[in-house]
């Protein structure tokens, strides 16, 4: 597998990551889950968007990475966009926790640009 494919995994993983840290409480109530998450404040509530957004930016990458394949870009350039994309999307996810949404529009940015890379990668 390629390390393309390993990140399609990670940005799979990755909003789970972010629902953890928003269902983080003791007094998370995983019979009305939906309920709990809506009445959140601050730091979890900002989790559990920084979830939705990773959720949305999935299937857009997964989608580029098997186009870059496809379209037969070259392996080491799909590797470090993707790569690049994971690191940003991290980032994204740790600036909403931090509640600074301009560099956080950066990181969506950035890893917006590389989901775009991966799609123009494979053009001769």
Not at 35 to 48: F, H, P, S, T, V
Not at 49 to 55: E, P, S
Not at 71 to 94: E, M, N
Request: aromatic residues 12%; positive net charge; hydrophobic residues 55%.
């Amino acid at each position: 597998m390629t390390i393309a494919f390993w990140c399609v995994l990670a940005a799979a993983v990755l909003p789970l990551a972010w629902a953890g840290v928003a269902k983080s409480r003791r007094s998370y109530d995983n019979r009305a889950p939906r309920d709990y998450l809506a009445g959140l404040e601050g730091w979890r509530k900002r989790a559990d968007w920084a979830q939705q957004n990773a959720w949305e930016s999935f299937a857009p990458f997964a989608a580029a990475v098997c186009v870059a394949r496809l379209a037969g870009a070259s392996q080491p350039t799909a590797d470090i966009l993707a790569v690049v994309f994971i690191t940003a999307r991290v980032a994204h996810g740790l600036l909403y926790l931090a509640d600074r949404p301009a560099l956080r529009s950066v990181a969506w940015l950035v890893g917006f640009a590389c989901v775009v890379g991966l799609f123009l990668a494979g053009w001769r």
